[in-house]
């Protein structure tokens, strides 16, 4: 047999065992993995030894990879490791476009990943769609109604007091009138927010009056808890700007990783908890990250076009 052939089917890169143990660190390694993902992650590796040995090698490189000596030339080979986790990555972002693609399909206005878009509907009123957003229009004699299939809107209503504005999505019932106001529908704490007026949102037979200035965050028992916000800060990314002030590093970093295609992943938990203030560009997430370097004192290394790894700087 052909020693070198023979080596190549024993890479980890052949190895199914290892492409799941790549996808393992990726999520254990971001910011907002959970504690369920844990546990599904303990209970593949305790299925197989062969599991915890894959794991425990790419781990091992992901904590020395920050340790590694610069490159002696720019023709550099990709270690495995790194390829693997780009390939992971890779097709979780092709999984997730092609989910995005089903609700495009259905919509009457979207936006792709990173993009932003102006609607202005047959009444008059106003819809900003965030990154990876999709809506369909429901308008009838009596309601203008909108379902928003995913991602996030800021809708600046026209007043008609005889067709009331509604957006649906996700078990969320939002009713307007004249109005502004944004929903996010992406997992996010805050899913309701209003900058003018007053709107009543529901979810199952829990409704609530919002009014100008307040968000509603939906709570683990299925109820909306309000508390104040400064919603025009929330909803400037309707400008290409994301503003923090005193934000933690990891909640930055999720935001950033909604407008790029590929994955953004923080290696240091502890780094996690530094906190910035200030002003990203959220339609050049690269400038983004090199602010944050500065600011932060972190190392940026771009694997692929679609996988960035942050480290703390040297």
Known sequence: MDQHAAGDADEPGQDPIFAEAALWVARLSSADATEADRAAFEAWRSADPAHADAYAELSGWRRTMGLAPPPRSKARRVPKGVALLAAALGLAGLI????????????????????????????????????????????????????????????????????????????????????????????????????????????????????????????????????????????????????????????????????RRGRILLLDAALGTRRFTGTLNLRDTDDALAVLSASLRLKVTRVTPFLVIITAAS
């Open 96 to 259: 997730t476009h092609e989910l995005g693609l089903f609700d495009r399909l259905r919509a009457d206005a979207w936006t792709g990943v990173g993009g932003f878009e102006t609607t202005i509907l047959a009444d008059g009123s106003r819809l900003d769609l965030n990154t990876d957003t999709a809506v369909a229009l429901r308008f009838t004699p009596n309601e203008r109604g909108i379902e928003l299939l995913r991602g996030e809107a800021v809708f600046d209503v026209a007043s008609d007091r005889d067709r009331p504005f509604v957006v649906r999505g996700a078990g969320l019932i939002v009713r307007a009138v004249g109005t502004r106001f944004y929903v996010r529908l992406d997992g996010a704490a805050e899913i309701v927010g209003v900058a003018e007026g007053r709107v009543e949102a529901a979810i199952g037979t829990d409704h609530t009056m919002i009014a100008a200035g307040e968000a509603a965050r939906k709570g683990t028992d299925n109820r909306i808890a309000l508390q104040r916000s400064d919603v025009e800060q929330v909803t400037a990314w309707r400008n290409g700007r994301l503003i923090a002030v005193g934000k933690p590093l990891t909640a930055i970093l999720a935001e950033l990783n909604r407008y």
